[in-house]
């Protein structure tokens, strides 16, 4: 049985995983995914190569951790909105998703995403568990507590919550990332995030007919 870590080198791993990220994606967005050596991410980030390896072992694993960590939220941001309004709480997480597409090392490793995958059996084998994003995960968690508090019928999260964050991302991302010049501004965001919700609220708002 594998011994468990002390607090100390917990931090330190966590240290450690932080560094190789930012580094792995400044590499990748320099580089591209074939001419960014694994050795190469070590050394710009501080650490050994032994130490890259036994967080992630392929460069497959460390490309996915570094696009989802780039679409990551620290958790002390993205407070969960309380229950009792369900158009507004959506509101807020659909601008938080809004703000997690509009950054730009996410539209840029998503670019790369899509050019290098093909080429790369290993790449396009992972599943990039889009799941993990904390806004996706604070979604679920806020469709559920809804529908505790009698405000909603979600009877599944898991479905409702990525076919919210769709309907944002269809129209405030993916236009972007094809076009590049494509920008909308904070109100016409606003517009389609409240749309959205508004969606959201006529099928599973509590006063809905099922």
Known sequence: MPRELSAYHRQVAATNRVAILDAAADLFLELGYDRT????????????KATLFKQFPTKAELFEATVLAAGGTPEHELADPPPGDF??????????YAELLSRPRVEDLMRTLIAEAPRFPDLR???????TLPVLAALKRYLRAE???GDAHVDDPEVAAPQFLG???TVV????LVHGNWSRTDEETLHVVDEAARTMVARYGARVSL
């Open 167 to 169: 309907m944002i991302s």
């Open 147 to 149: 529908t505790e508090a």
């Open 125 to 131: 084998a992972r599943t990039f568990d889009f799941g």
């Open 173 to 176: 991302f993916w236009p972007r």
């Open 87 to 96: 158009h507004a709480g959506l509101v807020a997480l659909g601008l938080a």
């Open 37 to 48: 050596p694994l050795a190469r991410v070590a050394e710009s980030a501080g650490v050994s």
